[in-house]
């Protein structure tokens, strides 16, 4: 086995070759895979069922699990490029999974680039204000408490002097697709579940999984370093609003509007917590640095293709 050590120019040909560890690679990770030209991809993979999915896929399956940091030790001077969109746990402040990740990929020579899918959480209620990367986060919840501590970690990794990776964090908000597993607003239309009247009601942000693919893809080679991105459209819609304009779409009827207080009583604490903060995304980070150029600009857009699905 060659060292891990060794530098990249002077490894045998099969490893010189950019070598990508898709880490959480679920949906939207299956995406960035498709595009990849030129590059071997590796993914991390708890599930012994999935070893064949990816292997159909192209991809190198690599058994291990963030829950238990020993698994992890082979991840070390493996890749040249890291996405990381894995979820932390669901309880807690912290996000351990990201802390054994970090430490497993910084045992040898790092990754040249760590790309984190963060979520637009992290800035928590903002009023409806438009919001850059330049606002500091205020995380409202536990979960995004989780995801604003593995920012945090990522970035420290990468501070360190004999690392020198250059780290991007994706602010993702809301994704969509209608080839996604609950990728619609269809089957909560067709619950019938309410939504906030217009007094009450709140800006929500949207990203079509194919344009997030392609934001992720590009911030592994363009990303500034410790360098945050908010990943969305152009869309500037409340959520009732939303939900109106996919009824609408989708021929059903719109959903009930009712009062916050009423909400208070009626709803899930999950379902209050997407209803209880407010905030439009700026994102000229991501067209200028990024250079992407949206395929779905308008959350209508993304949507109208799932009229044709049954």
């Given at each position: ?6 530098p ?21 990770g ?28 192209g ?48 045992q ?65 908000p ?7 597993e ?61 939900f ?67």
């Amino acid at each position: 086995m060659p060292s891990n050590q060794t530098p990249l120019g002077a490894l045998p040909s099969r490893f010189k070759r950019e070598r990508l560890l898709i880490v959480g690679c679920g949906d939207v990770g299956v995406r960035v895979a498709h595009v990849q030209r030129h590059v071997r991809v590796l993914a991390l993979t708890s599930s012994a069922q999935r070893v064949a999915e990816l292997r159909g896929l192209g991809v190198t399956p690599l058994r291990g699990n963030l829950d238990k940091p020993s698994t992890l030790q082979r991840l070390a001077g493996l890749a040249t490029r890291v996405l990381h969109l894995a979820p932390p746990p669901l309880h807690g402040n912290t996000d351990p999974r990201t802390l054994a990740l970090t430490r497993a990929l910084m045992q040898r020579t790092p990754p040249r680039t760590l790309v984190y899918g963060s979520t637009s959480g992290v800035y928590g209620d903002c009023e409806g204000a438009w919001v850059s990367e330049q606002r500091l986060v205020n995380p409202a919840t536990p979960r995004a408490q989780r995801r604003v501590d593995a920012e945090q970690r990522v970035r420290h990794h990468a501070r360190l002097r004999s690392h020198a990776v250059r780290v991007s964090i994706l602010r993702i908000p809301g994704i969509y697709a209608s080839d996604r597993e609950g990728g619609t607003p269809r089957e909560r239309l067709l619950r019938g579940t309410p939504v906030l009247q217009a007094a009450d009601d709140v800006f929500t942000n949207h990203i079509h999984a194919n344009d997030l693919a392609r934001a992720c893809q590009l911030a592994l080679w363009r990303g500034k370093t410790q360098r945050a991105v908010n990943v969305n459209d152009d869309s500037q819609m409340r959520m009732g609003d939303y939900f109106d304009m996919a009824a609408a779409l989708y021929g059903l009827p719109m959903p009930p509007r009712i009062s916050r207080a009423q909400a208070q009583t009626d709803m899930s604490a999950m379902q209050l917590s997407f209803m209880s903060e407010s905030r439009r995304l700026v994102n000229t980070r991501m067209k200028r640095e990024l250079r992407l150029q949206l395929r779905y600009p308008h959350v209508q857009d993304g949507l109208a293709p799932s009229l044709n699905q049954t």
